[in-house]
Nanobody, 121 residues
């Protein structure tokens, strides 16, 4: 199972970006998909997550500005980021939790490649 993130880039404050992360391989189900970020000198933090049933969770710092969504059929998670601020600058990574390759297999967590988001003043 591999996860690859797309969509990062350089944007001015107040602008928008949309990240996507697709999981590929032999996948039966994915429980939770989420986005994390890590800024230089800081710990990695959860940005947003979404369960297979659509239950979402957001960091307080992004509530009202970011929206997470997923397409279960495509094993893809999206992060729409609006009203971006310089403090949103970080490397963003996606995570797939409790991935099962068959109905009876144990769930395993996977991390995807990161994508850099830079927000200028």
């Amino acid at each position: 199972v591999q996860l690859q993130a797309f969509g990062g880039g350089l944007v001015q404050a107040g602008g928008s970006l949309r990240l996507s992360c697709a999981a590929s391989g032999s996948i039966f189900s994915i429980n939770v998909m989420g986005w994390y970020r890590q800024a230089p000198g800081k710990q990695r933090e959860l940005v947003a997550s979404i369960s297979s049933g659509g239950i979402t969770n957001y960091a307080d710092s992004v509530k009202g500005r970011f929206t997470i969504a997923r397409d279960n059929a495509k094993n893809t998670v999206y992060l729409q980021m609006n009203s971006l601020k310089p403090e949103d600058t970080a490397a963003y990574s996606c995570k797939a939790e409790r991935v099962r390759v068959t109905r009876f297999s144990n769930g395993v967590d996977y991390w995807g490649t990161g994508t850099q988001v830079t927000v200028s003043q």
